[in-house]
């Protein structure tokens, strides 16, 4: 008999099984004491290949910030449906991130741990996917306001506040859902619509919290 001819798995598909690899060991063990001999190993390649097609431990670690911090803000987007009222907009869009980050939870600790502590280039990328949600939780914002009819012009620095605020919460939720046991991407969702909402349906009706003068 002759010998048995093994298909050439394609380039993208050969790189993407290294990237899912690589995630796994930054997000378990850290940029640092990640090491390209396991995760050549978990991907099934020799080291030399991982180098040939992903250059450098610094380069693959940007491939893989750029890869998961796409897929974050997609699932995002993708999980924000049009014509419905504002409350169930963000609702959704907060179920969609903590579901992802539940899914994900390696993904995220490269995302809000590792990518952070390790300077520039990698604390840049994640930097600009963090202003795209922010901007999108803006607008979320903002139309919410103009629909409630009551303060249709919200000061454009107190949106962008507000934006900041729900997207920070919602991250140091995550990794709080992440390393509880028991709680689920619903129950997360769920305990940062309550929170949130309270304040924002409150504001959306034109009734803000106002401060006690000062002395």
């Known amino acids: 008999m002759g010998a048995v001819k093994t298909r050439r798995m394609p380039r993208a598909v050969r790189e993407q099984q290294m990237l899912d690899a690589a995630v796994r060991i930054f997000g378990r063990r850290g940029y640092t004491a990640a090491s390209m001999d396991e995760i050549a190993?978990?991907?099934g390649v020799s080291k030399p290949l991982v180098y040939l097609y992903?250059?450098?431990k610094e380069d693959l670690f940007s491939a893989c910030i750029r890869r998961e911090a796409g897929a974050l803000t997609e699932a995002v987007r993708a999980g924000v449906r049009p014509?419905?009222?504002?409350?169930?907009?963000?609702?959704e869009g907060l179920r969609a991130f903590f579901t992802h980050t539940a899914r994900h939870p390696d993904a995220?600790?490269?995302?809000?741990?590792q990518a952070r502590t390790h300077g520039e280039p990698?604390?840049?990328?994640v930097a600009a996917m963090r202003e795209g949600l922010v901007v999108f939780v803006t607008r979320?914002?903002?139309?919410?306001?103009?629909?409630?009819?009551?303060?249709p012009d919200l000061p454009e620095h107190e949106v962008a506040g507000l934006a900041e605020a729900l997207v920070g919460a919602a991250?140091?939720?995550?990794?709080w859902a992440n390393t509880t046991p028991g709680v689920t991407a619903h129950q997360a969702a769920a305990t940062l619509m309550n929170?949130?909402?309270?304040g924002l349906g409150e504001l959306m009706a034109g009734r803000p919290w106002t401060p006690p003068a000062e002395n």
């Open 54 to 56: 992903l250059n450098s």
């Open 171 to 175: 991250e140091s939720l995550a990794d």
């Open 122 to 125: 990698f604390a840049a990328e």
């Open 195 to 198: 929170f949130a909402w309270a």
């Open 83 to 91: 014509g419905l009222p504002a409350d169930r907009r963000l609702w």
């Open 41 to 43: 190993e978990l991907a």
């Open 140 to 151: 979320l914002i903002a139309v919410a306001a103009r629909e409630a009819h009551q303060d």
């Open 108 to 113: 995220w600790a490269v995302l809000h741990f």
